[in-house]
């Protein structure tokens, strides 16, 4: 807190009074239970707890007081206090002041006149301020540093810290701040600290901070700040140092973005949802030492995206949905000593992504899916001749596949274990035979894939399917990229159909979610069904096809005639709101198939009024329902979507609630006749999900990521790998 912050300011003071008077500083004797009680943890500082009464007491206490047994910060938490009176501490020397109470709403206008000198630093954090207490504040010229965080502020006017022309320190957080009046804080030349964490700043809000040239560091975690962030998202700040934009709705990053910082060295973006970074992104924060872009959606970094940035120390990718750790992203960067990559999808490095002349002091790969082939053999040796790096680091470089290597350190490997391909085969050991292995043939049956569409949201994909591999059920879908001279195991979807469900067992249409694929990018699609219908017997085979190799473009529209489909995620089949009372939702939703519970499977809920986004909540998949209470008036628009992403975005299922209900009568019928339902739907979707489990189940399919060489590329070679990959479960 404020205090806290003072202690440079307070070590000063006491070394000079230090050296001129060697009498040993005392802590005052205030103890009058229950009234107030004070102790002190520093050199000329006093804090107290007490009622009402605690500051007259104090003040008696400290007026008697005279240098060098003077107290230069007193920090009070009172009970029962709601208004600060006049010349609350009148004839008292304080250099910083800090009182909270809880409940605080009013401050007078005298409250710290008559002090005995001029006080430099003033908090009144954790009350019920609703708006800044301007004519109290103007009695204290010499003000440098203010704490107002926690309180019920909602808007900054022109005239707000008027008087206060010496600040250099200001701390807003965790208020209401929607509106930021033109020069209501602009006004403050001297300013160089400014902190507005958890607030409800949008990005037009955020434009009152044009022509603050002196501000150093700025705070806005945790506000309503969304959408790209470009060249002009905030205004110019040619001084600032230090930037912290998490926990906001950031979706971008676009080419120059911040323009006009130039002299940023500190760039904190976690917990946004970001996934692009445009080339020349960073080009115009050539000055910046740390970037954390940490918890986002970012599948691919291009060697332009970074490429400006030859200064930077450090950099946090953690918690992204990386694939590769490639040259594009570590070459550029020249200087950096410190990269975090834990909990991405990166199951390859390639071998010219790290080299002798890269001196890194920190690498973590802690919860990736390392496929340890031969592809890895010049990135295990850079990673066990590291010096630099500790060893906690290199451990985190942990094989996911093949399964002889699995969860095994990648720097115990010996490089004859890091093979591709046929050497794999050959080398590798039989696999064991008898009952637990059985040998599933491949069948002759064609499968061919006919229509290819992408619409920029997902990928459909319409199979023909020869009539006599009727009975047969769906096993998993596999995604391969082409990268250069290899083609790289992408994606491993489990899918779930069988073919006495389907109107035409020849016509199978598969949907793929396109977030985890690049536009333009270049892929191949492969299909595996289990002939027999998925029932483990020795008429069981694999129909396998894929398609050809298919750049990612969007199509024409999809086919008018309506086809079966399998999504390969769960969706929402239905959303139900209720208005049960003014200002209060009851939201229920129906998902297509009844997830077990897990932590990841979520749901996320907005509620518009207008066009302002009113209220946004996060569902687990297993609890698919909630109240959202305190809305301003309506009509409201609900809209649900899976996934931690914007529930606007075009999976989304929307509903408009025309006008409020009301509350008497029929409010409680429909919210016992909605939940009943829910509750009846859940059990027949429960128990159709088992049925078709029972029906359909086997052995969980492992992720893999096989690497193999290009050669001829013909039908049977692909057969033979994803074989490899479709028998791993058995």
């Known amino acids: ?101 809880g409940e605080i709403h009013h401050v007078s206008e005298r409250a710290f006149s008559g002090l005995a000198g001029p006080l430099q630093a003033l908090g009144l954090p954790n009350n019920k301020l609703q708006t800044v207490p301007t004519a109290a504040l103007s009695a204290l010229p010499t003000l440098d540093r203010l704490d107002l965080s926690h309180n019920h502020l909602e808007t900054l006017t022109a005239g707000s810290f008027k008087g206060l022309s010496n600040l250099t320190f200001l701390e807003l957080s965790e208020n209401r701040l929607s509106v930021l009046e033109v020069n209501a804080i602009s006004s403050l030349s001297k300013l160089q600290t400014l902190r507005l964490r ?52 950031l979706s971008s990053v676009r080419r120059g973005a911040l323009t006009g910082f130039t002299s940023l060295v500190s760039l904190t973006l976690h917990h946004n949802q970001i996934d692009v970074l445009e080339d020349n992104a960073f080009s115009e924060l050539r000055t910046l030492t740390q970037l954390d872009l940490a918890h986002n959606r970012i599948v691919a970094v291009s060697g332009n995206s970074l490429a400006h940035l030859t200064r930077l120390v450090q950099l946090d990718l953690a918690h992204n949905f990386l694939r590769a750790l490639t040259a594009d992203l570590v070459v550029p960067l020249r200087n950096l000593q410190e990269l975090r990559l834990d909990d991405n999808d990166i199951s390859m490095v390639t071998s010219d992504a790290l080299n002798s002349g890269t001196v890194l002091r920190r690498l973590t790969l802690a919860d990736n899916p390392l496929n340890c082939d031969c592809s890895l053999a010049e990135f295990a040796e ?33 490089p004859h274990e890091l093979l591709c391909g046929q050497d794999e085969e050959e080398t590798g050991p039989a696999p064991p035979q008898g009952p637990l292995n059985p040998q599933v043939p491949v069948s002759g049956k064609q499968v061919t894939l006919r229509i290819f569409q992408y619409d920029g949201v997902s990928v459909t994909l319409l199979w023909s399917v020869e009539a006599s591999a009727a009975p047969y059920a769906c096993d998993a879908l596999f995604v391969y990229e082409e990268e250069g001279a290899h083609e790289v195991l992408l994606e491993s979807n489990p899918v779930r159909c069988n073919s006495s469900h389907l109107a035409d067992p020849r016509a199978l249409t598969l949907t793929l979610p396109g977030a985890g694929l690049l536009l333009g990018h270049r892929y191949r699609y492969c299909v595996v069904l289990l002939e027999g219908g998925g029932v483990t017997s020795d008429e069981m085979a694999l129909v ?33 709101v209720n208005v049960s009372s003014p200002g209060t939702l009851l939201i229920v939703i129906q998902l297509w198939e009844q997830p077990l519970p897990k932590a990841h499977c979520l749901l996320t809920v907005a509620v518009f009024a207008g066009s302002s986004l009113v209220a946004q909540q996060h569902l687990n998949c297993s609890h698919p329902q909630t109240v959202i209470k305190d809305l301003p008036v309506g009509p409201y628009r609900v809209c649900a979507a899976t996934g931690d992403f914007p529930s606007t975005g075009p999976r989304a299922r929307c509903i408009t609630v025309q006008q409020p209900v009301t509350p008497q009568g ?65």
């Not at 022509?211 to 040619?238: R, Y």
């Not at 050809?548 to 086919?559: H, K, R, S, V, W």
Request: proline share 7%; glycine share 6%.
């Open 544 to 576: 396998l096809g894929c398609s050809d190799i298919i750049p990612l473009i969007p199509t024409a529209e999809p086919q008018s005639q309506p086809l079966p489909e399998f999504s390969l995620t769960t969706h929402i089949a239905a959303l139900h």
């Open 198 to 249: 958890g607030n409800k700043l949008s990005v037009n809000a955020v434009s009152a901070l044009e022509g603050m040239h002196s501000l150093q560091e700025l705070d806005l975690s945790d506000n309503l700040l969304a959408g790209p962030l470009g060249a002009t998202t905030l205004p110019a700040l040619s001084a600032l140092r230090v930037l912290q934009l998490a926990h906001n709705q």
């Open 666 to 730: 029929l409010g409680g019928l429909n919210i016992v006749i909605a939940t009943g339902f829910v509750a009846l739907s859940s059990v027949l979707l429960l128990g159709l999900y088992l049925a078709t489990r029972r029906l359909l189940q086997r052995p969980k399919l492992l992720p893999t990521h096989q690497c193999f060489l290009a050669g001829p590329q013909d039908e049977e070679q692909h057969s033979r790998y994803v074989k490899l990959h479709a028998t791993t479960k058995l």
């Open 382 to 414: 850079w990673l066990t001749n590291s010096s630099l790096l500790p060893t906690s680091d290199r451990t985190t470089a942990v094989c996911a596949t093949p399964p002889s290597l699995e969860n095994g350190l990648l720097v115990e490997v010996s």
């Open 1 to 101: 807190m404020l205090a806290l912050l003072l202690l440079l300011l307070l070590a000063s003071l006491v070394s000079g009074r230090n050296d001129t008077d060697k009498t040993p500083w005392r802590c005052p004797e205030i103890t009058q239970p229950p009234a107030v009680s004070c102790s002190c943890d520093l050199p000329h500082t006093l804090r107290c707890i007490g009622d009402n009464s605690a500051l007259q007491v104090i003040g008696d206490v400290l007026r008697g007081l005279v240098p060098p047994a003077t107290v230069s910060l007193l920090d009070c938490t009172v009970q029962n206090v709601s208004v600060l009176p006049d010349l609350l501490l009148e004839g008292v020397l304080l250099h910083g002041l800090v009182v909270s109470s």
